[in-house]
């Protein structure tokens, strides 16, 4: 059982999906909540509204993280905000399903930004924030990964499937960098999860794909939250360096 946590977390990309879910199941837990957004502020400003309803503090910045003075900015607020004590790494994009014969230059590019370089530059705010090194307490960092990064999405998005593998490499990496500096850092790879993101680049995907999950079923954005929640808890105190599937066997 996870017991009430504190602290205060960042989640990027927290206005919708899986980052919203987090973000509410987060305030549930006892953290205080500030939670980037790119575009709807509408969606982010609800989310901040249901974690406040939990009885936490909670803001919404709008930053891109591939852009570093957005994600230097967000820091920033968080920091008026009190002690960053976790992360979850939420924020990232996805085209339109494509062969890699047809994908431009441009479009891989914004995909390694937005999905790579927006992860290592959160990372590493957060590392300077917590490391023992730099005279911090510890904390906790979750990446969200992909099962595309092991499936490596042949036909859809061959693109997104690399930047995801990256982000479990970065994982792996981190982990044992800062393992000796107080900071636990893993990663959960949802499969087919229930989110509008894919009926924008794949309509139809979600019930194509169904058949091919072990369980017979799509998951929720609140089910991979739950699995974020318990590794930035205390109940994992033990796991760094974790890629956690959250997939329905797929």
């Known amino acids: 059982m996870i017991t009430a946590m504190g602290g205060l977390v960042i989640v990027t990309g927290g206005g919708r999906g899986i980052g919203a879910a987090t973000a509410l199941a987060c305030a549930s837990a006892g953290f205080d909540v500030c939670l980037s957004y790119r575009a709807n502020e509408a969606a982010a400003q609800q989310v901040v509204a249901g974690c406040q309803q939990a009885g936490v503090r909670a803001t919404a910045v709008r930053a891109d993280v591939g852009v570093e003075a957005d994600v230097l900015e967000l820091f920033a607020v968080a920091d008026r905000m009190?002690?960053?004590?976790?992360?979850?790494?939420?924020?990232?994009?996805?085209?339109?399903?494509?062969?890699?014969?047809d994908l431009s230059a441009d479009r891989i590019d914004q995909m390694m930004r937005v999905n790579v370089l927006g992860a290592f530059l959160c990372a590493r705010e957060a590392v300077r924030r917590m490391s023992t090194r730099h005279g911090g307490t510890?904390?906790?960092?979750?990446?969200?990964?992909?099962?595309?990064?092991?499936?490596?999405s042949a036909g859809e998005y061959v693109d997104y499937a690399a930047s995801k593998?990256?982000?479990?490499?970065l994982t792996v990496g981190l982990a044992?960098?800062?393992?000796?500096e107080g900071i636990r850092v893993n990663a959960v790879r949802p499969g087919l999860i229930d989110t509008e993101i894919h009926e924008t680049t794949s309509p139809g995907r979600l019930e194509r794909l169904t058949p091919t999950v072990p369980m017979g079923r799509v998951g929720a954005p609140e089910e991979v939250a739950a699995a974020i929640v318990w590794l930035l808890s205390d109940a994992a105190s033990f796991v760094t360096g974790a890629l956690l599937d959250v997939s329905g066997g797929r």
Do not use: C
């Open 82 to 101: 009190g002690t960053v004590t976790a992360l979850v790494n939420n924020a990232g994009i996805v085209a339109p399903a494509s062969r890699l014969d």
């Open 138 to 152: 510890g904390g906790s960092i979750v990446n969200v990964s992909s099962r595309a990064a092991v499936l490596g």
């Open 165 to 169: 593998a990256a982000v479990d490499t």
């Open 176 to 180: 044992r960098e800062v393992a000796r």
